[in-house]
């Protein structure tokens, strides 16, 4: 007997098993680009398990029947599993090259970074950075990367939670497995789409204000997990006159 409950009210991964020969393989599906991490709750009599049950799994992006876990089945033994899993977007694997040195998110103008790391507004306990940028102004990619979420459909915003999700965004995969968000992009403000393979500077897409916003930024972050929340990283920019370092909030930087 073997039941599944998702600790996640909304699917994109699907859990499933099957037995084959004396081995019940339990297997996970991903039609998103990016990784998920899962996390195995197992609660069994009569199985064996060849090793100890690893802490999480890392589910790659796209990935078909790919084995979670293996049980073999005792000889003459009646068994039963249960699990139950959780999830969450990003590579709990991913090592951030704290060695990278990041673009700024614009190639012309100068803008302030108004809410830097753990910034007292919207970014406690979030290493995310906020630049205020004109409505349509170009965004550019910070590092080179695949394009793995788009959202673009959205034009509400407002200053407050019941716009939350409200918010347009191109996510990045980076090769160390760590995925960078560009937020708030106006109604159709993606300039690449799903898949793309985006260079440090290219176009990704155009600043606006919906999701949770009181006007038109920019919000970066780079983000991993660990399987139960989201842990983001502050990361080094070359800023003007080829400095290079981490930003502070309320000054004012140019690309070039
Ligand atoms: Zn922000």
Not at 40 to 48: A, E, F, S, W
Not at 75 to 97: C, L, S, T
Not at 134 to 159: H, L, Q, T, Y
Not at 202 to 209: L, P, R, T, Y
Request: glycine share 8%.
């Amino acid at each position: 007997m073997l039941s599944v409950t998702s600790l996640l009210a909304q699917e994109r991964i699907k859990i499933y098993d099957a037995q084959v020969g004396q081995r019940i393989l339990v297997y996970a599906d991903n039609p998103d680009l990016f990784p998920y991490t899962i996390r195995l709750q197992i609660d069994q009599t009569g199985l064996d398990t060849n090793k100890p049950m690893p802490e999480f799994v890392v589910l790659p992006g796209n990935e078909k029947r790919f084995v979670i876990a293996t049980f073999y089945i005792k000889r003459n033994i009646p068994w039963k599993v249960n699990y139950k899993f959780q999830y969450m977007e990003g590579d709990a694997n991913a090592v951030h090259n704290d060695d990278y040195v990041y673009q700024l998110p614009f190639k012309e103008g100068r803008y302030m970074m108004s809410q830097g790391y753990n910034g007292p507004s919207t970014h406690q306990g979030v290493n995310a950075l906020d630049f205020t940028m004109p409505e349509g102004e170009i965004i550019v990619a910070a590092r080179n990367g695949k394009v793995v979420m788009v959202k673009e459909d959205s034009d509400r915003g407002c200053p407050s939670d019941d716009c939350l999700t409200d918010g347009n965004f191109v996510r990045i995969l980076h090769d160390d497995g760590t995925i960078a968000e560009y937020h708030h992009l106006q109604l159709n403000g993606a300039i690449v789409k799903l898949g793309d393979i985006v260079e440090q500077g290219q176009e990704i897409g155009k600043c606006g204000d919906t999701g949770y916003a009181t006007g038109p930024h920019l919000h970066f972050t780079v983000f991993k997990t660990d399987g139960i929340r989201q842990i983001t990283i502050k990361t080094k920019f070359k800023y003007q006159h080829n400095k290079i370092g981490f930003l502070k909030p309320g000054m004012m930087y140019s690309a070039f």
